[in-house]
């Protein structure tokens, strides 16, 4: 399959936006995002899956309906293994419905304190889904492994970025560089996957 000409990035969330088009900075297309004012209207959507494919597929297919142009989206989240997985698919909610990135990060913190360092095992999952007006969904995911520490470190990145500690380093993913970290970033591999999977290279 060749890729579209157009495709639209099923986002709202700026720091997600910019990091998807730095990940995919080498693809041959044009990409449409909620700041071109002639794309029309990017759909609101409430993210009420139980899983990460259910949001992505969700987004995928709403901006696809409401624009008439393939769409790419993605849902990620940090799975702590002290937590049980949690929060996962939460994981933009964790410390409520309207939480902030800084609030969540808090809460992920609070919850794990006491929890050896041994037992710090996280994982960030991405889930990326593609489709076409009237198409199949096609989707893959990307995973990169690594620890927890309980004290912020660095400030690039977002979300659970200033704690997590990607295995093979000793700096978290805020005080990677942008191509460190999409080299080995959940969403850097669900991304190169997908275009792999569409183009068949």
């Not at 088009?21 to 409430?46: K, L, M, N, Q, Y």
């Not at 049980?84 to 992920?108: V, W, Y």
Request: glycine share 10%; proline share 6%; net charge negative.
């Amino acid at each position: 399959m060749a890729l579209p000409r157009r495709i639209a990035l099923a986002t709202k969330n700026e720091h997600k936006l910019v990091e998807i088009i730095r990940i995919c900075s080498d693809w041959p297309v044009e990409w449409v995002t909620v700041h071109d004012r002639d794309a029309g209207t990017f759909p609101d959507i409430d993210e009420t899956g139980e899983t990460y494919l259910d949001n992505a597929a969700l987004k995928a297919r709403a901006v696809t309906d409401a624009l008439g142009i393939p769409a790419l989206a993605d849902d990620s989240g940090i799975e702590v293994d002290a937590l049980g997985g949690r929060p996962g698919p939460r994981s933009a909610r964790f410390a409520g419905p309207d939480a902030t990135d800084e609030r969540n990060l808090a809460e992920l913190i609070r919850s794990v304190r006491g929890v050896p360092a041994a037992g710090l095992t996280a994982r960030y999952r991405c889930v990326a889904a593609f489709v076409v007006p009237g198409g199949e969904l096609i989707s893959v995911e990307g995973v990169c492994e690594g620890t927890l520490t309980t004290r912020s470190r660095g400030t690039g990145g977002f979300g659970y970025d200033p704690i997590f500690v990607p295995v093979g380093w000793d700096r978290t993913m805020a005080e990677l560089e942008p191509g460190e970290k999409d080299r080995i970033s959940h969403r850097g591999r669900a991304f190169r996957a997908i275009r792999a999977l569409l183009t068949g290279d």
